[in-house]
């Protein structure tokens, strides 16, 4: 099946800091990539939508300037949380686009911030 | 795109099948049937999709009623790693925007 990998699975770093989150189709080509986060016993909720070679799509409410996301080629989107503040702590996970149907999801990345 | 409703929660008995209900009833002719699953503190797995037939893959099959307006997701041996809160989601393709609701959970005992 479709594997998608983000890196690092978990990552705790000080506030205001930058952290960067990259999420990588590994056996296939993705032109889009979607971006999630989940706070603990909540549901998924979609960031922002990211094409490759074209700026990302954000949903309302998301903050572009602070999540800030980049799709330079068709196996890997990064996403970079800016100036981190312990409300991004979060389960933020990728997914990736294969065919016209289905997304696959990427592991997660647990984001800690002190 | 079209809302789901699903149960809290439900449970099976390990071996036994699970049926996993989903209303949908306000979908659009062009709108897919979605099923992942997410085990704690992992990303989603991708189950099964449909548009009108019903599906069967190598982990579970799902039954779309002719008017589209429900499905079901069987599962016809649960275990105990099928243990997970299950999503039912409705999307125009892979490009539409997945938007996950509470799932249900599934606890299957042993």
């Known amino acids: 099946g479709a594997v998608v990998s983000q890196h690092p699975s978990r990552v705790i770093c000080k506030s205001g800091t930058s952290v960067k989150i990259e999420c990588r189709s590994l056996?296939?080509?993705?032109?889009?990539m979607f971006w999630y986060r989940q706070f603990p016993k909540q549901s998924l909720m979609l960031m922002a939508t990211?094409?490759?070679?074209?700026?990302?799509?954000?949903e309302q409410g998301v903050e572009k300037d602070k999540f800030l996301i980049n799709h330079a080629s068709l196996t890997l989107s990064t996403l970079t949380v800016t100036s981190a503040h312990p409300e991004d702590s979060s389960f933020y996970i990728c997914?990736?686009?294969?065919?016209?149907?289905?997304?696959?999801f990427g592991p997660g990345t647990r984001l800690t911030v002190l | 795109d079209a809302k789901t409703t699903q149960p809290p929660s439900m449970d099976c008995a390990e071996g036994r099948a699970a049926n996993l209900p989903c209303n949908h009833s306000?979908?659009?002719?062009?709108?897919?049937v979605y099923w992942y699953r997410q085990i704690h503190s992992q990303g989603p797995q991708y189950i099964i999709h449909?548009?009108?037939n019903n599906e069967t893959n190598e982990m579970a099959s799902l039954i779309i009623t002719e008017d589209r307006k429900s499905s079901t997701l069987i599962l016809p041996h649960a275990t105990l790693r099928d243990t997970a809160v299950y999503y039912c989601?409705?999307?125009?393709?892979?490009?539409?925007?997945?938007?996950f609701g509470k799932g249900i959970t599934l606890s299957v005992r042993p």
């Open positions: 997914s990736a686009r294969l065919g016209l149907v289905a997304q696959y």
């Open positions: 056996d296939f080509q993705a032109t889009t």
């Open positions: 990211s094409n490759e070679g074209s700026k990302a799509t954000y």
């Open positions: 306000t979908i659009s002719g062009n709108e897919y």
């Open positions: 449909g548009l009108k």
């Open positions: 989601i409705v999307g125009a393709g892979a490009n539409s925007k997945l938007t």
